[in-house]
């Protein structure tokens, strides 16, 4: 939305758009924003690990599930929301499950409200979706969870700084790296 506003101001002040686009394309994409990892025909990671908040949560949601192949989003704690921080947690629970992703991975106190609420909608809509929910304590078990579970699909990880989904992200690409090479006979 940014690029799109700036390109309009260009074109408005005068001057070619068409270069500030081509330069615009130029710069790279950061480190944890929307970055995806193709680890092989079917397994996809969005890393959007950066940072997170109920508005940028809610767009990763609906990019993702406008894949068509298995959805997981994988989810830290959002900080520095205030005295709503559990009400909007929830609410980003229930709105992964009304956009059909298929299952939702959490880490941390905040976080497992969303899983909560994403089993509850799951519940209310009396659905017999295989929509699965795990809440973890730890880094370490949701990582053993997510490379024992996920081989195939498109998986999202997003969290807060303070939730360092990185670290996630690091250890799900070693994880596959190597599985991957394994398969492919490399080790």
Not at 132 to 143: G, R
Not at 158 to 181: C, D, H, P, T, Y
Request: with cysteine; net charge neutral; hydrophobic share 40%.
């Amino acid at each position: 939305m940014n690029a799109l506003l700036a390109t309009c101001a260009i074109k408005v002040a005068g001057y070619d758009a068409k270069i500030f686009v081509s330069k615009l394309a130029e710069i790279g994409g950061i480190k944890g924003r929307l970055n995806s990892h193709d680890i092989n025909q079917q397994l996809t990671l969005i890393d959007d690990s950066y940072n997170a908040n109920p508005t940028s949560l809610k767009a990763a949601i609906d990019l993702l599930s406008q894949y068509q192949n298995k959805k997981y989003l994988v989810l830290g704690d959002m900080a520095e929301l205030g005295q709503s921080e559990r009400e909007l947690h929830a609410e980003c629970g229930r709105y992964a499950f009304a956009k059909g992703i298929d299952a939702l991975y959490s880490v941390g106190e905040l976080s497992k409200l969303a899983t909560q609420a994403f089993l509850s909608s799951k519940n209310e809509a009396e659905t017999a979706t295989h929509t699965k929910t795990y809440a973890f304590d730890n880094q370490a078990d949701l990582n053993a969870t997510l490379n024992r579970d996920i081989s195939e699909g498109v998986v999202l990880i997003k969290g807060s700084r303070s939730a360092q989904m990185e670290w996630v992200v690091k250890e799900f690409l070693q994880a596959n790296s190597i599985i991957k090479n394994k398969k492919e006979g490399c080790l």
